[in-house]
C-alpha cells in the first residue's frame, strides 16, 4: 500500500500491533513516540525515522482510529506526555543539565547492576570496580557510591527510588524542583475559541495583501464578536495575542510578505524526500528537458525546438530509453518510452554478436525461450517499472539571433 506521511508532532500511528503518538524530534533523524496501551518498557521510545517507516508493522493512524482510552489509559497518557515535555524542555534550555543527570543515570546503573553502561556484556574499563561487585549486598554498594559522591546515604537511596520508580528512566533523576525542569505550556490560558478564531481568520489571509499584527488581532476579535456576541471574548494583550499566534502558525508568515504567505500555503501536504530503490525497475523517472537545439523541416520549411525525453532507473542510475520529440512532449511520448524500456532493442547491422543479448551474464533463457525477439536482440536489459515519477518539463527559453548563436549545448535538469 502506498502513501504519504509527514512525521508532525501529535499523530497517531501503528507500531508493533500499539499505537503511539509522535511527542517531539530528537536529533536530525529520531522521534520520541510515546503509548499508554504498550508494556511498561516500551511506553517511551526513541527510534529513527528509517527504521520506523521500514518496520513491517508501522502505518499511519487513518482518521477513524484515534485512540480510544479508558480513564486509566488517559491518566498514562498525561502522565508520559508530561515526562516528555520536561525531558525535552530541559535538553533545549539547559544542555548541562542533561549531561549531569547522564552522568548520575551511569552511576545509577553502577550501583544496581556493577557497570556504568548496565550492560554486563559490554564492560568497562576495570569494571565491576572494588566495592560495586553484584555479589555485595545492595546496601554495601550504596555506602560506596554515596561515600564517592559526597551525599548522605538517606539522599543515595531517595534517588534511587525515584530512579526505579520511573522504570529506571533518565527522568526519574531529574529535580522538578528546579526552573528549568517545570513543565509549562505556551498556550496555558488560552480560551479554545481564540485558538480557532486565530486558525481560521489565518485561512482567510492567505490571499490579502500584507497586514501587520494589529490588522491581524482586531480581524480576529470582530471574528470572536460576529460568532459569540460582543464582548463575550476578548483578546488578550498585544504581546500574549502575537506569541500566542506564532505558537499556533508557526512559520506561516500570517503578518509578513503575502508573498511568501501565499507560497507556503500552497505547499503540498507531501513531504520533500530523496527517492531511493533497491532493485533495477522500481522506481524510474521520466524527465523532459529542451536542448538548445534549432531543427529545421525542409517539407514545411520552418524551424522548431527539440526536447529530450528519457526513462532512467533510480536503483541502477542508467538510461534505460530516450526520444527526441519537437517541443511540447504529451503522455502518449512518455507511454512511448516506457514501452521503449520494456521491449528488447534489436541488433543493427554491422553490429558485433557479442552485443547480442544471449551473451549477457543474466538468468535470461527463460526469456529466450519465451519471446524469440531476444534472440535476435541487443545487450540491453528489459526493465519492467514498477513505479514511475514524471518530471514535467519547463517550457523552453528562445534567446533571439541578437543575444547568441545557436549552440548544441544540453541546459537541462538530466
Not at 515526562?83 to 544542555?95: F, K, N, Q
Not at 548522605?152 to 530512579?163: C, D, E, G, P, V
Not at 512518455?334 to 520494456?342: E, K, S, T, Y
Request: glycine letters at 6%; one cysteine or more; aromatic letters at 6%.
Amino acid at each position: 500500500m502506498a502513501y504519504s506521511f509527514r512525521a508532525r508532532s501529535g499523530e497517531w500511528v501503528w507500531l508493533d500491533s500499539h499505537q503511539y503518538q509522535i511527542r517531539a524530534q530528537v536529533g536530525d533523524t529520531s522521534l520520541r513516540l510515546i503509548s499508554p496501551t504498550a508494556p511498561p518498557d516500551r511506553q517511551v521510545i526513541t527510534i529513527p525515522l528509517g527504521m520506523m517507516i521500514s518496520d513491517p508493522t508501522f502505518r499511519p493512524c487513518t482518521a477513524d482510529e484515534d485512540p480510544a482510552l479508558d480513564d486509566e489509559a488517559k491518566e498514562v497518557h498525561r502522565a508520559l506526555t508530561d515526562t516528555v515535555a520536561v525531558m525535552d524542555g530541559l535538553a533545549h534550555a539547559d544542555p548541562d543539565e542533561m549531561e549531569r543527570l547522564a552522568e548520575l543515570q551511569a552511576h545509577m546503573l553502577e550501583v544496581t547492576t556493577g557497570y556504568r553502561s548496565g550492560d554486563p556484556a559490554v564492560p568497562g574499563e576495570g569494571e565491576p570496580r572494588e566495592g560495586f561487585d553484584p555479589a555485595l549486598p545492595m546496601r554495601q554498594r550504596v555506602a560506596a557510591k554515596a561515600a564517592e559522591l559526597g551525599i548522605a546515604r538517606s539522599t543515595l537511596w531517595y534517588r534511587l527510588q525515584k530512579w526505579r520508580a520511573a522504570g529506571c528512566a533518565t527522568f526519574g533523576l531529574v529535580d522538578l524542583r528546579t526552573t528549568t525542569a517545570r513543565l509549562s505550556h505556551p498556550l496555558a490560558g488560552a480560551d479554545p475559541r481564540i485558538i480557532a478564531a486565530i486558525t481560521a481568520q489565518h485561512g482567510i489571509e492567505v490571499d490579502e495583501s500584507t497586514g501587520d499584527m494589529n490588522r491581524f488581532k482586531r480581524r480576529v476579535q470582530n471574528r470572536l464578536d460576529a460568532e459569540h456576541g460582543k464582548g463575550t471574548v476578548r483578546l488578550p494583550e498585544m504581546t500574549a495575542f502575537r506569541r500566542w499566534t506564532e505558537e499556533i502558525l508557526p512559520g506561516r508568515h500570517t503578518t509578513g510578505s503575502a508573498v511568501t504567505r501565499r507560497t507556503t500555503s500552497n505547499r503540498p501536504e507531501d513531504s520533500y524526500e530523496a527517492v531511493t530503490a533497491s532493485r533495477v525497475g522500481e522506481v524510474v523517472m521520466l524527465d523532459t528537458t529542451p536542448l538548445d537545439v534549432l531543427c529545421y523541416d525542409p517539407v514545411e520549411d520552418i524551424t522548431y525546438t527539440v526536447e529530450l525525453t528519457i526513462a532512467i532507473d533510480v536503483a541502477s542510475r542508467t538510461i534505460l530509453a530516450w526520444r527526441f520529440k519537437p517541443a511540447g512532449t504529451k503522455a502518449a511520448d512518455a507511454g512511448a518510452l516506457i514501452g521503449d524500456a520494456m521491449t528488447p532493442e534489436p541488433m543493427r547491422p554491422g553490429w558485433p554478436d557479442k552485443l547480442r543479448h544471449a551473451t549477457l551474464k543474466l538468468a535470461c533463457e527463460p526469456l529466450l525461450s519465451l519471446d524469440e525477439r531476444y534472440a535476435a536482440a541487443a545487450a540491453r536489459p528489459v526493465v519492467f517499472p514498477e513505479k514511475i515519477i514524471i518530471d514535467y518539463a519547463d517550457p523552453p527559453v528562445m534567446p533571439t539571433s541578437a543575444q547568441r548563436p545557436w549552440s548544441r549545448v544540453c541546459q537541462g535538469r538530466c
